[in-house]
């Protein structure tokens, strides 16, 4: 992996090649059922769950029908407060405003707050070709960057690293970086965080220019909000000079006011706690506190175009808690670089097939990476009906049709290989509509099925290239039941 | 056509589903949520909770503060505390062979680095999520001062600085200050979910719950 999502596998040849991983499955088992039964006691603590999550979800529909002035309104409100706005329609447009503000502080090295914004836009390889070195903060961003490797997580970007792997990494990397990993490190959480603490505190005490993204962005206020637990983004967001914040549009919420409903969904969502250890609020500069120039740039790269699908729209309502993710038996075993996206499991197989389109092979098939077992939309905070969206997108890709790409309307075409899963289909609706054709043909299969392959030629392939073709029975179920069951009729009168 | 112009213009153009009459208070957001959780006694829940997310709580009376905190500082064997400038002098007033440095603007991250705690006093605190809140006030000092040393002594009036809940706790703060909303000290999970306390910030945070 070198740090880039380009060209990556279709998720259907990602997934195979993971799912075959056992360390990897072993460590996301562990992780994802941590998380998940202590974020289930963490939200039973609150009896009104239901009704914030409502709340929740009807703020950000309301944010998100009325964008444009929430928007203009929070470019004025932290203009006044001694802030500067810039807008980026792309992810290229977001890179050069950074790189400009960074070159011109004068200064060839950034800290950075873990913020999937930049991920998405891959800010650290563009601030790279311009000859500045950016430093990431988060112990997990931390752990990617040094291992050369890519997140696979929206919260803890390291999960699929286990203890071991993550000594090897610091004792391996850490001194082509800076201050090298303490002699006979171990690998106790403990001592591996004491190694991070003591390698990037130089780079916090020295660095005059930080970037991060945003949880929050209250349009009536202009004020600020990252949510954090270790202090490097407190670090990053109070001691540099200069600041600059790569935001995403969706994430403006109208009033002061409704943070009181978010900052209860995120923390207990998220991290399974009452609250966070940080969160940082700021209002444009405040003299003699904290960093003297504050810009912002507001990212679209694709989000316009997911708000002009009335289904799809739901998507940018998300707050990135990741509770999708820890509670889906696909991410569980497919693990996150599957997703060739800065962000995996349910919320990136319908996030990023509308923030980059369907044109590629890899996004096409990003709608199918899902049971549609519903359980990512009965843990979201803000109740995205994830389902839904991938049902929808799943047609898209298969039907084709009229979507805004880059804010023009275009009309795409059915995904190609997708003209056999059609074919298929018929197929099916013609045999079980027909019990004797079934009949024949399981009787037949049963006797042959010492010569069943595990992958299907023709058709379909492309349906077993994704999951080992299960072996046949040596009786068909109907057969058993008449044989059992009949008996037992038989034998009760 | 600047970028600011295109992005809005493409907000607009997604959005033609919504009628142009409709304002933003018609999408109704319906906010029957509790207003708290209705703890019993919000200072003792606040304790628990502080507690629970492994700060160290301890209680005192005005008359007993400044020993408490003398005492805690030498229990860390601090040399050095950083003082805001509007703490109340008499806080520190046995804290005799400790340095003070003041919270000064002048002073550069390495320097703050060298020092090795800091007092504060608080804005507010949440009993039902263990959380203090800094405004920067003058008793608290800049941002920077309860982040870089290594330890922590906040000192929370009680009754009056506590709140039950989040909602109760934003209605009291004003959104122009910068805040800080401190939930026990640093940690991480990041490494196998395993939570580990101390990373950048203070490894050691103590709270002074001050009756009286």
């Known amino acids: ?493 | 056509m600047s970028a600011r112009d295109v992005v809005l213009g493409r907000v607009r153009r997604a959005l033609a589903d919504v009628p142009r009459e409709e304002t933003p208070e018609q999408v109704p957001v319906a906010r029957s949520y509790l207003d708290s959780h209705a703890p019993a006694d919000a200072v003792e829940l606040l304790a628990e909770n502080l507690a629970d997310y492994r700060a160290l709580v301890h209680r005192a009376t005005a008359a007993e503060l400044p020993g408490l905190i003398a005492g805690l500082l030498a229990a860390r064997e601090a040399r050095s505390v950083l003082v805001p400038v509007g703490l109340p002098e008499s806080w520190l007033a046995a804290a005799g062979g400790v340095r003070r440095v003041p919270d000064e603007a002048s002073a550069t991250p390495h320097a703050l680095d060298a020092v090795d705690s800091v007092v504060t006093g608080c804005a507010v605190a949440i009993a039902e999520t263990g959380t203090l809140v800094l405004d920067a006030g003058p008793d608290q000092g800049r941002r920077r001062i309860t982040l870089v040393p290594d330890h922590h002594i906040c000192v929370v009036r009680v009754p009056e600085q506590v709140v039950e809940s989040v909602p109760q706790g934003l209605r009291r703060l004003v959104p122009e200050r910068p805040l800080t909303w401190i939930s026990g000290p640093s940690a991480t999970s990041d490494i196998e979910l395993d939570r580990v306390e101390g990373v950048h910030g203070p490894r050691r945070l103590e709270v002074v719950l001050l009756a009286g």
């Not at chain 1, 792997?165 to 970086?177: V, Y």
């Not at chain 1, 038996?329 to 599957?338: D, L, M």
């Open chain 1, 1 to 493: 992996m070198s740090g880039t999502y380009l060209g990556m596998p279709a998720f259907p040849t990602a997934a195979a090649s993971a799912t075959r991983d056992g360390q990897l499955r072993a460590n996301l088992t562990h992780a994802t059922h941590t998380i998940r039964d202590k974020r289930a006691r963490a939200v039973a603590e609150l009896p009104d769950w239901a009704l914030l999550r409502e709340a929740g979800a009807a703020i950000k529909d309301r944010t998100l029908r009325h964008l444009d002035g929430y928007l203009e309104r929070l470019e004025a409100a932290v203009t006044a407060a001694g802030g500067q706005v810039h807008w980026a329609e792309d992810a290229e447009a977001a890179n050069r405003i950074v790189t400009d503000l960074v070159l011109a502080t004068g200064e060839r090295e950034v800290v950075k707050v873990k913020s999937m914004a930049t991920q998405e836009i891959g800010l650290n390889a563009a601030l790279e070709r311009a000859g500045v070195r950016a430093y990431e903060t988060d112990l997990a961003e931390l752990i990617v960057q040094l291992g050369d490797d890519l997140p696979s997580h929206i919260l803890v970007p390291a999960i699929h690293r286990n203890r071991t792997e993550i000594r090897d990494i610091f004792r391996e990397r850490m001194a082509e970086w800076g201050r090298a990993a303490p002699e006979g490190l171990s690998d106790r959480p403990a001592d591996l965080a004491e190694a991070a603490r003591l390698h990037l505190r130089q780079k916090f005490l020295d660095a005059k220019v930080a970037v991060s993204g945003a949880n929050f962005m209250v349009a009536e206020t202009g004020t600020m909000v990252v949510v954090e637990s270790e202090g490097n983004g407190r670090m990053c967001l109070t001691l540099p000079e200069t600041l600059i914040s790569v935001v995403g549009i969706e994430k403006v919420v109208p009033s002061w006011r409704d943070l009181e409903v978010f900052l209860q969904l995120l923390p207990r969502s998220s991290t399974a706690e009452r609250m966070n250890p940080y969160t940082s609020m700021w209002t444009g500069t405040t003299d003699d506190d904290g960093p003297r120039a504050f810009h912002l740039v507001l990212l679209d790269n694709g989000r316009t175009d997911t708000l002009a699908d009335t289904v799809g729209r739901q998507a940018l309502r998300c707050i990135r808690c990741s509770a999708c993710l820890n509670v889906c038996p696909v991410y569980e075993r497919a693990g996150g670089h599957a997703y060739g996206s800065a962000y995996p499991g349910p919320i990136g197989a319908i996030l990023t097939p509308q923030l980059r389109g369907v044109g590629s092979e890899l996004d096409a098939s990003l709608p199918y990476a899902s049971s549609l077992c519903g359980a990512c939309y009965e843990v979201c905070p803000v109740a995205i009906d994830i389902p839904e969206v991938l049902v929808h997108l799943r047609e898209r890709v298969v039907e084709g049709g009229e979507v805004t790409r880059n804010g023009r309307r275009v009309r795409i075409r059915p995904a190609r290989g997708h003209a056999a899963e059609r074919a298929a289909m018929r197929a099916a609706r013609w045999t079980l509509d027909h019990p004797g054709v079934l009949r024949a043909g399981q009787r037949l299969a049963g006797r042959m099925r010492g010569l069943q392959p595990r992958r299907l030629p023709g058709p379909g392939r492309a349906w077993t290239a994704s999951r080992d073709l299960p072996p046949l029975p040596a009786e068909p179920f109907r057969e058993w039941w008449r044989r059992t069951r009949g008996e037992q009729r038989e034998a009760g009168r």
